[in-house]
């Protein structure tokens, strides 16, 4: 059974630790073993930098376990996914580990930017220019993973199609 990291902002969701364990029943259901962040418990004597640096180090300990990764890529606090899962998954790919990435969101990155046009640039609210190639992701993501759009089922049963 092939293991698959489990990447996203769902580890700060309220019921995290009750998602997670829905996550990776929902793997097991399509044939994989689920590897979530908060599979690993921190050691209650450590808070602060050391905490962070124990979470980062174990988050890497799973994506090294795993076979192939899958991310939430859903917007997360913005317009972008979650920072800390866009670097798991640069980290995978790095790796060499197929990377299999989900989002709900359909438009090009020009139309959920709400952009105009300025000097014959596409720009955001902010003036900075936003890439227009069609995609739904930043081209460094949609270049570099597979990209499901849908939720977490519908990455799952992807995987599955092309892993048969």
């Given at each position: 059974m092939k293991k698959v990291y489990l990447a996203g902002?769902?580890?700060?969701?309220?019921?995290?630790?009750?998602?997670?364990?829905?996550?990776?029943?929902?793997?097991?259901?399509?044939?994989?073993?689920?590897?979530?962040?908060?599979?690993?418990?921190?050691p209650p004597q450590l808070s602060g930098a050391a905490l962070a640096d124990w979470i980062y180090r174990a988050n890497i300990a799973?994506?090294?376990?795993?076979?192939?990764?899958?991310?939430?890529?859903?917007?997360?606090?913005?317009?972008?996914?979650?920072?800390?899962?866009v670097f798991e998954v640069g980290y995978a790919v790095a790796r060499g580990k197929p990377v299999w990435v989900y989002t709900e969101q359909?438009?090009?990155?020009?139309a959920q930017a709400g952009v105009q046009t300025q000097d014959g640039r596409v720009v955001d609210a902010q003036g900075y220019t936003v890439e227009d190639f069609g995609m739904n992701l930043n081209l460094m993501i949609a270049c570099s993973?597979?990209?499901?759009?849908?939720?977490?089922?519908a990455c799952l049963q992807a995987m599955q199609a092309a892993d048969s």
């Open positions: 902002f769902d580890v700060f969701r309220p019921d995290a630790a009750s998602y997670g364990q829905w996550l990776k029943a929902l793997c097991a259901r399509h044939g994989f073993a689920g590897l979530y962040p908060l599979d690993n418990a921190a799973l994506i090294e376990q795993a076979d192939c990764v899958m991310a939430n890529l859903n917007p997360f606090r913005g317009l972008e996914p979650d920072s800390g899962t359909i438009q090009p990155l020009v993973t597979q990209i499901v759009q849908g939720d977490a089922l």
